[in-house]
T-cell receptor, first 112, second 113 residues
């Protein structure tokens, strides 16, 4: 089925560890983005990409890195995990930045 | 930077009743979108309304947009238990935000059978 695939679904990290959240889409969308969702905060944009080789910061980029080497993949890297990064992370893709977004099923991350 | 704010934060109704959720925003927009999120799942796109449109329908959903009041409403008619979910509005500001969508905090809808 066409869509956005995120892995893993759940992850527990220790403070200071690093990891990569994977995101892949098969709809040939140029625009991809990462959000974090915290209770009572809605979704906040971490990083986004308007095409392969182009990335930019969103509202809450600190502590995260991204790269976009292909149209399909947009991994999110946590450099040194902190408890404040405990959250649910969603990847989304769209034909354009303001268009209809297709979301992945999310990664629930806990940092202890 | 919160652009959209949904109202109410939570809504509980009986099956068969209509549910109305509102979204207010602060700056001029290109479009406004509504998404649904079932518990523990990703967001699903429901409807997109452009700034030059006033009303759109999709099945049991009706969305209105009043740009003079900077507000939108989502009406779900003849609600079902399966409509139980959180509903988010997202706006694309005309200026700023690099064209990215800004999401509100959502309305939690509970439909009791």
């Amino acid at each position: 089925n066409a869509g956005v695939t995120q892995t893993p679904k759940f992850q527990v990290l220790k403070t200071g560890q690093s990891m990569t959240l994977q995101c892949a889409q098969d709809m040939n969308h140029e625009y991809m983005s990462w959000y974090r969702q915290d209770p009572g905060m809605g979704l906040r944009l971490i990083h986004y990409s308007v095409g392969a080789g182009i990335t930019d910061q969103g509202e809450v980029p600190n502590g995260y890195n991204v790269s976009r080497s292909t149209t399909e993949d947009f991994p999110l890297r946590l450099l040194s995990a902190a408890p404040s990064q405990t959250s649910v992370y969603f990847c989304a893709s769209s034909y354009s930045s303001g268009g209809k977004n297709t979301f992945g099923s999310g990664t629930r991350l806990t940092v202890v | 930077s919160q652009q959209g704010e949904e109202d109410p934060q939570a809504l509980s109704i009986q099956e068969g009743e209509n549910a109305t959720m509102n979204c207010s925003y602060k700056t001029s927009i290109n479009n406004l979108q509504w998404y649904r999120q079932n518990s523990g799942r990703g967001l699903v796109h429901l409807i997109l309304i452009r700034s030059n449109e006033r009303e759109k329908h999709s099945g049991r959903l009706r969305v209105t947009l009043d740009t003079s009041k900077k507000s939108s409403s989502l009406l779900i008619t003849a609600s079902r238990a399966a409509d139980t979910a959180s509903y988010f509005c997202a706006t694309q500001p005309r200026i700023g935000s690099q064209g990215n969508l800004i999401f509100g905090k959502g309305t939690k809808l509970s439909v009791k059978p």
